[in-house]
């Protein structure tokens, strides 16, 4: 089963607009990591925010984390043409779950020029 | 720049051959992991090896196995490909020693299985 899931699915914006993406998860984790991946390539790592962390910026990427609804969202402001990719958010539990990250279905971001 | 090298970006097989996808990094990273991503499904977690001789099966290890001989190769094996194995198959790697480590992914390995 998928420690977390991402809402929405798939998501169609303009350039210029901002692009919020959200992950839920199940059970309670050491961090929450957000990667991205272009068509039909490897995840590359975005940012990593800690389960005593509320939020986290990086560039034009904002994190934020509520461990009490076991949910994190990603913000990407004034998306670009090259910010089309899928995103995906993974849980860290730690030593408990054998220092495995798993993987939510993503989200497909469509940025339109 | 660390670096994660899957050996083969496209893979045709026939139904019942045996299949060896190699993985090798070069960050001397003690963990190592395959994943296989499908549409709507995400990444799951086939196989992962803490150190060399070392595995651990993940959420789907059926029909695969692994061997990591040496720290910097991981390899997965089909051993009788089946058309369910067409994927994406994903190698990842990062260090052991330290928490809040990100993942370092390779770059990809289509596989179509007839």
């Known amino acids: 089963s998928q420690q977390g899931e991402e809402d929405p699915q798939a998501l169609s914006i303009q350039e210029g607009e901002n692009a919020t993406m959200n992950c839920s998860y199940k059970?309670?984790?050491?961090?929450l990591q957000w990667y991205r991946q272009n068509s039909g390539r490897g995840l590359v790592h975005l940012i990593l925010?800690?389960?005593?962390?509320r939020e986290k910026h990086s560039g034009r990427l904002r994190v934020t984390l509520d461990t009490s609804k076991k949910s994190s969202s990603l913000l990407i402001t004034a998306s670009r043409a090259a910010d089309t990719a899928s995103y995906f958010c993974?849980?860290?539990?730690?030593?408990?779950?054998?220092?495995?990250?798993?993987f939510g279905g993503g989200t497909r971001v469509l940025v339109k020029p | 720049d660390v670096k994660v090298t899957q050996s083969s970006r496209y893979l045709v097989k026939r139904t019942g051959e045996k299949v060896f996808l190699e993985c090798v990094q070069d960050?001397?990273?003690?963990?190592m992991f395959w994943y296989r991503q499908d549409p709507g499904l995400g990444l799951r977690l086939i196989y992962f090896s803490y150190d060399v001789k070392m595995k651990e099966k993940g959420d789907i290890p059926e029909g695969y196995s692994v061997s990591r001989e040496k720290k910097e190769r991981f390899s997965l094996i089909l051993e009788s490909a089946s058309t369910n194995q067409t994927s994406m198959y994903l190698c990842a790697s990062r260090p052991f020693w330290r928490q809040d480590e990100k993942l370092f992914f390779g770059s990809g390995t289509q596989l179509s299985v007839l």
């Open positions: 925010i800690r389960s005593n962390e």
């Open positions: 993974a849980t860290d539990r730690g030593e408990a779950a054998g220092n495995k990250l798993t």
């Open positions: 059970t309670s984790i050491n961090n």
């Open positions: 960050m001397d990273h003690e963990n």
